[in-house]
């Protein structure tokens, strides 16, 4: 039976080489379709699902959850890393080089991993309001390279940087967590590391896993005195004075005092006046 590749030629680290070097690993015949607009692969993973033996996408984070929102239950996936982080398949200890993971892929080993959903949207990693989607936007507001690729962890670190300097390294509660009180953000974590820095992963909810519900982290307040006590927490996976915590949520309600903006899995989904997290769980098989 056919394994089918959805490529997303525009992803950092694909190339026609690499693209061939990965059709080389997988298990033959390969259908290899390439997307050609936003939104793409998730109507080409609908129309494959229950037809091949696997759909493996291959490209950045924006594409694994394309493919996420395409499939119900019925075909396993496969995620190789093509973009920038790649938080995805990395978090599912997939090797970061492309032909590596491929053909741990290949191999044909599955586990049963849960999702979150926010208002509908399924995410495999991680949520947020507020400050990491600020972020998102941001790097959005940069711009693609004249090949079309978004820019690097640099120009993350640089987008984090200017918003925190910004705001003189200072957040305020703006938003309502229900059954925890006020918070100057919400992240919402599906797994550890919540995302990486290059081949750092900052491990914001240590507890977090696919196989468990939600995780959320939401600070009170930062100042400048404790912004840094904060990111060194995040860092480690640490507790953290002033900051609300939950583990293993089935349901997560936020209520935000002005709109904010909300992120999944690295996509900004524009402002939103509150948002309602699930835990989708046992969701989707996934080869690793």
Known sequence: MTWALVVNPMASRVSDESVARVEAVLPHPVRTLRTVRPGEATEIARELE??????????????????????????????????????????????????????????????????????????????????????????????????????????????????????????????????LGRAAFALVANCSPYTYLGRLGLRVAREASFDCGLDLVAPVRLTPWSLPRFALAAYRGAGDRGVRRAHDLDRLVVRCDVPLPLQVDGEDLGDVGGAVFEAERNAVTVLV
């Not at 926010?118 to 940069?142: K, P, S, T, Y």
């Not at 390279?145 to 957040?171: E, H, I, K, S, Y």
């Open 50 to 179: 229950g037809s091949v033996e696997a759909i493996v996408a291959f490209g950045g984070d924006g594409t694994f959850n394309e493919v996420l929102n395409g499939v119900r239950d019925q075909t396993p996936l496969g995620f190789v890393p093509g973009g920038g982080t790649s938080v995805l398949p990395r978090a599912l200890g997939l090797p970061r080089e492309a032909e590596a993971a491929a053909a741990r892929i290949a191999a044909g080993s599955t586990r049963r991993i849960s999702l979150g959903r926010v208002d509908g949207r399924r995410f495999g990693f991680n949520a947020g309001v507020g400050l990491d989607a600020e972020l998102v936007r941001a790097v959005d507001l940069l711009g693609r390279a004249p090949d079309g690729r978004r820019p690097g962890d640099r120009a993350f670190a640089g987008a984090a940087a200017r918003l925190v300097l910004g705001r003189q390294g200072r957040f305020e509660p703006v938003l309502e967590v229900e059954g």
